[in-house]
């Protein structure tokens, strides 16, 4: 069971925004997140809860930060409430597409797992919900995924095997690259692996 802290940041000026403290593993339904994001001087801020079956596709997604609150599934294309910080108002939405999206690093490693590509996979096309900082707010964004390269590093713990995703976004055509190995991001833009306390979890 991988746990760890990722620290956040501002891919553009690199203005620190948290720290994502992390514990995830493979189960019975296929893949659990769950996180508490603090300030840089540890204030709580926020959490994320994300539940993948076997396929990749999002089970159950509860999402926490400056009081909303965001709870979602893969229904009908993916379908979610939003709460105000009042609570008192509740919005419904439902969009087709085939995932969530989000600044947590659980994001990305739940893409890869319901795209399932190979290095010799041609660059396939996902359309994701974004929930933005800091009011959790929903953008329906299309992306372009392709694995460059599956390296195997050598490590204390035996080979450790390192995918490095190329990203489009296909409404600015704007590129960034993404390296995950197993359920972990090594690197990606915007977020950096502080600490690790177990290796990750190998996906079959």
Known sequence: ?????????????????????????????????????????GENTGSVDLTLDDLGRPLRLELHASSWQVRGAALEGVTWVRTDPTGTEATEGNVPAHAFTGTSP???????????L???????????????DPVLAPRTVDQSWALLRREAHPTDNGPLTVDEY?????????????????DVVLAAPGIELEDLETPPSAFD
């Open 118 to 132: 190979t290095p010799s996979s041609s660059a396939t096309r996902v359309r994701l919900v974004a929930f933005t």
């Open 106 to 116: 659980a994001f990305l490693v739940a893409t890869s797992r319901l795209l399932r």
């Open 166 to 182: 190329q990203v489009t976004a296909l409404d600015t055509g704007e590129q960034h690259t993404v390296h995950l190995a197993g």
């Open 1 to 41: 069971m991988p746990r760890g802290r990722y620290s956040l940041h501002d891919p553009h000026d690199h203005t620190p925004l948290a720290h994502e403290h992390f514990q995830c593993a493979p189960g019975p339904s296929g893949w659990r997140y769950v996180s508490r994001l603090t300030t840089p001087t």
